[in-house]
């Protein structure tokens, strides 16, 4: 499909061109000064921020509602013919109101801008027409560059649906900036998924308690295997009398112990040997607070299937394994 390739490449160049006057309009002049003023108005509100819009409008304002809502703006969408009947009643004056219209001339958005301007309802509209109707009437107004859409005849919603899309996320993203919006935050608005189990803390799937394979240092080698073998976790740690961790012996540890010991007698190797002479020190450990995104991270890069989880003063908490990652969503 030789033409359709060549189309694709074009519109790509013609978006291209968009988004650069969409960053040079960023530089300097009314649409950054607007998009901040716009960022302060939202941050500042006690209610919602409600999203309107029609047709091609409406659907980049339902997702950015939706993009709001998922990182800390309580937001949603308000479809501009509902509003006209009853609909209207859903917003509040502590509200902000964010209108998109690219031609600013939406007949169908008259009803919900006169309300504003009614009860003193802040009015936010992005629109491509700085000196249209619905533009003058607004509080704020997010002017993008008049750029050339993508379709062949210049009619059909392309490059400027991208253009209130990438504005509309850099305005949700600043506000996320703003809040100090974090992982932990994050997590609590996606809970679900793969999404959900990455923003998951280890002190949820860890394992703790009596199920922590621990031995002492002095421990002998085959009290370690034991450890190992009713833990099934590939790896025990080695505590000391301050209940810090000192080390940990891996199921390969064992392995190539024994391996090196294969001529010795059993008695020594098994009876004689203690923990601490055949421990890795100063393991990679993590902490309860992490979450598992994270410390999926760190175990991949230093290639281990099992880590403790440490608590402020270095003892074991909890630990984690690849399989716990697994089982809970994240790898």
Known sequence: MKNALESARKSLSINKDGLKALE??????PLAEALGEAAARILAMKGRLIVTGLGKSGHIGAKLAATFASTGTPAFFVHPAEASHGDLGM?????????????????????IAAYTRRFAIPLIVMTGRADSRLAKSA???????????????????????????????AL???????????ETAFRDFHPGGKLGASLTALREIMVTGDDLPLVAPDAPVIA??????????????????????????TDGDIRRYLEARADASMRDTLHETRAESIMTRDPVSLEPGWLAAKALNVMQKKKISAAFV???????EGLITMLHLLRAGVA
Do not use: K
């Not at 040079?24 to 002049?29: I, V």
């Not at 949700?172 to 974090?182: N, W």
């Open 310 to 316: 440490l608590d402020q003063e270095g003892r074991p």
């Open 172 to 182: 949700a993203v600043a506000l996320l900036e703003a809040r100090d919006f974090d």
């Open 91 to 111: 917003i509040r004056r502590e509200d902000v109101v964010l209108m998109l219209s690219w031609s600013g001339e939406t007949r169908e958005l008259s009803d």
């Open 224 to 249: 370690v295997i034991g450890a190992l073998s009713r833990g099934n976790y590939g790896i025990t740690g080695i505590t000391g009398a301050d209940g810090r961790l000192a080390g940990v012996i």
């Open 139 to 169: 509080d704020i107004t997010l002017a993008l560059p008049r750029v050339r859409e993508a379709c062949p005849m210049n009619l059909a919603p392309t490059t400027s649906t991208m253009l209130q899309l990438v504005l509309g996320d």
């Open 24 to 29: 040079a309009a960023l530089e300097e002049g």
